[in-house]
């Protein structure tokens, strides 16, 4: 089992910043990518941004450019840092983790944290 934390959301102005984190625990070494899933009122969930293990990145094309996903591997953390953001940013942020246990691909998530571009 995978457990996730995230923190880091609020309220924020538009243009303005903020940056999430996602701290993860239990079994670790079966971690494989970690991203950010977001679902905004009355949306699917959506990929925002991943990272695997050896670091490579995929961001969705809403995002380029303004936010960067970065990861710790010594502390079990994922981080989002998100610039410029907009008011259509507005969603609560999922962490989710990819692992693969006994050849299988299974996914953990966070709670959500809750991230409000407004002015």
């Known amino acids: 089992q995978v457990q996730l934390v995230e923190s880091g959301g609020g309220l924020v102005q538009p243009g303005g910043s903020l940056r999430l984190s996602c701290a993860a625990s239990?079994?670790?070494?079966?971690?494989?990518?970690m991203g950010w899933y977001r679902q905004a009122p009355g949306k699917q969930r959506e990929l925002v941004a991943a990272i695997t293990s050896g670091g490579s990145t995929n961001y969705a094309d809403s995002v380029k450019g303004r936010f960067t996903i970065s990861r710790d591997n010594a502390k079990n953390t994922v981080y989002l840092q998100m610039n410029s953001l907009k008011p259509e940013d507005t969603a609560v942020y999922y962490c989710n983790a990819r692992a693969v246990v006994a050849g299988l691909t299974v996914d953990y998530w966070g709670k959500g944290t809750l991230v409000t571009v407004s002015s």
């Open positions: 239990g079994s670790i070494f079966s971690i494989d990518a």
